[in-house]
């Protein structure tokens, strides 16, 4: 098996309309907290080819979808069924496509935003190394940061998912998840892929290639907060989910009977 790892910078103009937290806010763009990224895990194994984008956006449109398909299928052999595209369903981040009151659509950010997406593609397949081992599991998080908006006692998944490839001659690619939407800045003004950046931002710094794939998020929101004391909690609610992520980690062996992906890193489906 080998896997590579690729992203490129997605982030908008200042003065775009921000997506999420209600209707004809006009919500615009007056600074940048962290930069967006489209991040992409290649992999091969057996001659197939698997590719997995996940950008920091509220969720992307079809046109865009079927431009990254054909590039992995032109350039890489990617067949479209072998490719997963999703989004991290930041609040803070611009609209991709049309949704009445939820955030004006910037047509020339959005007709270039594509590039820098197929770009992460090509830099993920550049990257592919031997995978020497991987880890994976599942761990419940620590502390109180996440809440069933629509029913107090309603279902929560307490679990932080993930994955981890260790790579010959590469730097080791980590996968987490935590079903939870991107919502922990509140109405902020800037731009920010919010706490699902921050656990990216957390994992490069421990030396990894991060990716961050939310889960069903449904009606689970983090719990609410003073502004004032936003970003600390942010702050919390990502080391806890690195935490987690960390304490997940399992050995697991790289192959099964047939020689197909372990079940863990099957992309498709994903659940």
């Given at each position: 098996?080998?896997?590579?790892?690729?992203?490129?910078?997605?982030?908008?103009?200042?003065?775009?309309?921000?997506a999420?937290?209600g209707?004809?806010?006009?919500?615009?763009?007056?600074?940048?907290?962290?930069p967006?990224?489209a991040?992409?895990?290649?992999?091969?194994?057996?001659?197939e080819?698997?590719?997995?984008?996940?950008?920091?956006?509220?969720?992307?449109?079809?046109?865009?979808?079927?431009?990254?398909?054909?590039?992995?299928?032109?350039?890489?052999?990617?067949?479209?069924?072998?490719?997963?595209?999703?989004?991290?369903?930041?609040?803070?981040?611009?609209?991709?496509?049309?949704?009445?009151?939820c955030?004006?659509?910037?047509p020339?950010?959005?007709?270039?935003?594509?590039?820098?997406?197929?770009e992460?593609?090509?830099?993920?397949?550049?990257?592919?190394?031997?995978?020497?081992?991987?880890?994976?599991?599942?761990?419940?998080?620590?502390?109180?940061?996440?809440?069933?908006?629509?029913?107090?006692?309603?279902?929560?998944d307490?679990?932080?998912?993930?994955?981890?490839?260790?790579?010959?001659?590469?730097?080791?690619?980590?996968?987490?998840?935590?079903?939870?939407?991107?919502?922990?800045?509140?109405?902020?003004?800037?731009?920010?892929?919010?706490y699902?950046?921050?656990?990216?931002?957390?994992?490069?710094?421990?030396?990894?290639?991060?990716?961050y794939?939310?889960?069903?998020?449904?009606?689970?929101?983090?719990l609410?907060?003073?502004?004032?004391?936003?970003?600390?909690?942010?702050?919390?609610?990502?080391?806890?989910?690195?935490?987690?992520?960390?304490?997940?980690?399992?050995?697991?062996?790289?192959?099964?009977?047939?020689?197909?992906?372990?079940?863990?890193?099957?992309?498709?489906?994903?659940?």
């Open positions: 098996m080998r896997a590579g790892w690729g992203a490129g910078d997605i982030t908008p103009p200042l003065g775009v309309e921000l999420g937290y209707y004809y806010l006009e919500r615009r763009a007056t600074s940048v907290d962290d967006l990224f991040r992409v895990l290649a992999l091969e194994e057996d001659g080819r698997y590719a997995a984008l996940c950008c920091d956006a509220l969720g992307l449109n079809a046109s865009i979808a079927a431009q990254v398909k054909a590039h992995l299928s032109a350039r890489w052999a990617v067949p479209a069924d072998h490719a997963m595209i999703v989004s991290i369903h930041t609040h803070t981040g611009p609209a991709f496509k049309y949704h009445e009151g955030g004006q659509v910037d020339d950010y959005v007709g270039r935003a594509a590039r820098p997406m197929l992460a593609c090509d830099r993920a397949f550049a990257d592919l190394a031997e995978v020497t081992g991987l880890w994976a599991g599942s761990s419940a998080l620590s502390g109180n940061f996440a809440y069933n908006r629509a029913a107090p006692d309603g279902p929560l307490p679990l932080v998912r993930g994955f981890r490839l260790e790579r010959h001659g590469a730097p080791p690619i980590a996968v987490a998840s935590f079903a939870c939407h991107a919502v922990a800045r509140g109405r902020s003004s800037a731009i920010s892929a919010d699902p950046g921050r656990v990216c931002a957390l994992l490069e710094a421990r030396g990894f290639r991060p990716i794939w939310n889960g069903l998020c449904g009606d689970i929101d983090p609410p907060c003073e502004e004032a004391a936003r970003d600390a909690r942010l702050e919390a609610f990502a080391q806890a989910i690195v935490s987690a992520y960390e304490a997940a980690q399992r050995p697991c062996p790289l192959s099964v009977s047939g020689g197909r992906l372990p079940w863990r890193l099957r992309l498709l489906p994903v659940t």
